[in-house]
């Protein structure tokens, strides 16, 4: 008889394989489906923030973060494209630690609780039936069909981008509930080839990004660069922003992102897109002559669209970027995908105890998303333009000298309040 699962989580980045460790904490009998073989390098600027500490401790899993020496970061240097800089301090202790390391390590604490992690199976469709669910997968050249009792999308962005229900036109921020079918389009990172053939193009009201990410060492690195207080650094320049920060090890992560509508075509590649950032920012340009690439730590993700409004629920449940995208500076995107992972798991929990309908899950997760998520994606993508535009942001430094206040209240507002 085929086994069924009580919980099948959809991706199994950060979202995904927390949501799991805690489901399976509560005896859940949970598998987590990632189309990626792990450990991997992710487009992320490796930021952890202040926030995300805090909800990292209630899931417990902060001191397996903290085994993985991070870098302590106390502070943020903003560089604008007008030349300005404002430095403020950061409201608590921040981390810089690898997507690389940090993922593999949910990893191990999901199985360790008791969830089976299966890498390589990507997700084709899902399939309501009765109360129960049908997942589709692709794993080496097979396609198989799992049955659950729940399932969670947790297939981050391009989950949500690639359109999620079949038959329907990709879904924007008005979303609506899909009640029998939701089938998963294949398109996903390392889609800068296709963007590059221009075939991802998109009608969305905002640009459309490519992020690149890549590890660099410190040239003439001694063991004693590795900065006790380090600050992130945030370079503004036209079409983009890249964030510059140390993780694990003394390295050096830098991600960016650039408009893909402005980017020269021999600049094409990961290595391409860093030279094209740093040739639009001299101080970015001083910061990288200082640093090595690290052979095999690139990484690329295409199309990056922020999003307008937090969707919680597309017919069945989403976490973390599935739900929304937040501008990448805003630092606090791994924050979002934790906290919807915790508090998903909760409402989960209490469906597959009889305690919740599936449409008492769905009102409460809802609100709760929209009351916790909203404010913040709303600020982040202000914040965002201020910040990106040259014209305002001539003032910004003044200002921020003038009411440092206001300006660390205004960085404050893009956090989650939890
Ligand atoms: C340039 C850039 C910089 C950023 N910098 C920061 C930062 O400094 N700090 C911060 O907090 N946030 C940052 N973010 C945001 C952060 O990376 C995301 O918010 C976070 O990764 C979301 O986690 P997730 O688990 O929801 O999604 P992901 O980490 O994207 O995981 C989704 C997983 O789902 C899998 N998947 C997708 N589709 C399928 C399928 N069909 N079948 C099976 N598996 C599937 C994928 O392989 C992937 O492993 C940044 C983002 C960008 C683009």
Known sequence: MTMIYDVVVLGGGIAGSVAAKSLAEQGWRTVVLDRQRFPRHKVCGEFLSPESLATLSRLGLLEAVQSLSPSVIS???????????????????????????????????????????????????????????????????????????????????????AGGVKGRKEPDDRQQPDDRHWSHSQRHEGDVKAARQGRLRSSSRTPDYVGVKMHYEMKDFAPDCVQENSAVELYFFRGGYAGVNQVEDGKVNVAALLDRDDIPSKHRSVAGMMEEAACRHPKLHERMAALHAMPATASAVSPVRISMQPVAWNGIPLIGDAICRIPPLCGDGMSMALRSAELCSLYASRYLRGELSLGDWECEYREAIMREFSKPLRWGRLTESLLSSVILSRALPALARLAPKAARGMIQATRLRI
């Open 75 to 161: 502070s943020t240097s903003l560089y604008l494209e007008s030349g300005g800089v404002i430095r403020l301090p950061l409201p608590g202790t921040a981390l810089g630690i690898s997507r690389y390391r940090l993922d593999a390590s949910f990893h191990q604490a999901a199985a360790a609780a008791g969830a089976s992690i299966r890498e390589g199976a990507t997700v084709i469709s899902v399939n309501m039936e009765d109360r129960d669910y049908t997942i589709t997968l692709r794993s080496e050249g097979h396609t198989e069909v799992l049955r659950a009792r729940a399932v969670i999308a947790a297939w981050g962005g391009a989950g949500l981008a």
